[in-house]
């Protein structure tokens, strides 16, 4: 069973308001960020890495690609629904056609980040929302054509880059 029907405009709807959300509650203001910006900054941590993390799922294949696809196919009727019965919209595609291919230290990479996001998901109770939100917004947006989806290639390129210390990882 595969969800690999690509992002819809419904689905990118829904992951750009969480990206707004996250956004939105994070910043303290001009002159709060001037004054102490690295704490500031190490706040929005969270979403960040979970964004990022979720790129990565919609760049792999098995049961952790199969979440990437079931969260994207969810996102994809919750937001479509809301875009056709909410102000009478219509389901449009918004798929990138290519997707950048992970080598193998890329993909060991990824399950390196699935340990470090189950820590942070247990560990950090402030972080947990943060990650989480982070996840399904770099799910229902890493794939889309322009802006925001033109981030899966960097994400996979540092995946990539940092999967090339491992042993047989080329």
């Not at 969800?3 to 750009?16: E, Q, R, W, Y």
């Not at 098995?62 to 937001?79: E, H, I, R, T, Y």
């Not at 918004?94 to 390196?112: E, H, P, Q």
């Not at 982070?134 to 999967?163: C, D, F, H, W």
């Amino acid at each position: 069973m595969t969800f690999k029907d690509g992002a819809t405009l419904g689905s990118f709807v829904i992951g750009l308001s969480l990206v707004v959300l996250n956004l939105g509650t994070w910043y303290p203001g001009w002159k709060s960020l001037r004054t102490d910006p690295l704490r500031h900054a190490t706040a929005i941590l969270p979403f960040v890495f979970g964004y990022c993390y979720g790129i990565s799922l919609m760049l792999v294949g098995g049961l952790l690609g199969w979440f990437g696809d079931a969260v994207l196919w969810g996102g994809s009727w919750l937001g479509d629904g809301a875009l056709i019965y909410g102000v009478g919209g219509h389901r449009a595609s918004v798929s990138s056609t290519t997707l950048t291919a992970l080598t193998n230290g890329g993909l060991a990479m990824v399950l390196i980040a699935t340990a470090v996001i189950l820590v942070v998901m247990r560990r950090r109770e402030d972080a947990r929302k943060g990650v989480q939100h982070g996840v399904a917004a770099g799910i229902l947006t890493g794939t889309v054509r322009g802006l925001l989806g033109v981030l899966a290639i960097p994400v996979a390129s540092a995946l990539n880059a940092s999967g090339v210390w491992l042993p047989g990882a080329s």
